[in-house]
């Protein structure tokens, strides 16, 4: 999918008008091919700080759906959404929006394609497996009276993120008074060795 096939899919005109949950929602979850530089033109023609709105709210409606019990990938989700909001809170350099792109369209693969989740009905049946996004469908219709499962979101960790640096004042300006807001802090997520 090129730039105004993906302009089309999310029923935009232009990219300014990327400001709605649902193209957010759309662009994250769909399964089709959409070409990297397809992403990096919508963004950068979207207000950036349009972006990390939309990511924030996109970001926690998906932890809230995750199933109990669910506190590792929780806290990757957590951990992603986070490196996400820094790269945008800091384009400050020719290619920072590529950087950021990549790591979206990373993101992106890796939640509605690649990732593998392990549902075992409750009934005891066989177990059938999703990618993350549709573990989350699963979980939040089992909240509606859908059938039970066990998640087993182990396969699903493998995702790894650079160390990044974010901002102290860019994460919680909201919360802080302005003479506090000079911190930066700096994530460096652990990073599993198999290797001997």
Not at 33 to 51: H, S, V
Not at 123 to 135: E, K, L, S, T
Request: glycine content about 6%.
């Amino acid at each position: 999918m090129n730039y105004e096939e993906l302009l089309a899919y999310l029923d935009l005109d232009e990219a300014s008008q990327f400001e709605y949950f649902e193209c957010m929602a759309d662009l994250l979850e769909s399964e089709d091919d959409i070409e990297f530089d397809a992403i990096y033109t919508l963004f950068d023609g979207a207000d950036k700080q349009m972006i990390g709105d939309l990511l924030e709210e996109y970001f926690e409606d998906i932890l809230g759906g995750l199933p109990e019990n669910a506190g590792e990938i929780f806290s990757l989700l957590h951990q992603i959404q986070m490196s996400l909001a820094g790269m945008l809170t800091s384009l400050e350099e020719e290619g920072d929006l590529r950087k950021f792109t990549e790591e979206f369209y990373r993101f992106k693969n890796w939640y509605a394609q690649e990732s593998e989740v392990e549902l075992t009905p409750d009934d005891g049946g066989q177990p059938i497996y999703h990618n993350v996004r549709d573990a989350i469908t699963a979980a939040r219709l089992e909240k509606l009276g859908g059938e039970k499962y066990r998640y087993d979101f182990e396969p699903a960790l493998t995702y790894e993120l650079d160390s990044y640096t974010m901002s102290f004042a860019d994460l919680i300006a909201a919360e802080q008074e302005p003479d506090e807001r000079d911190g930066t802090i700096i994530f460096s997520p652990e990073e599993e060795d198999n290797d001997n």
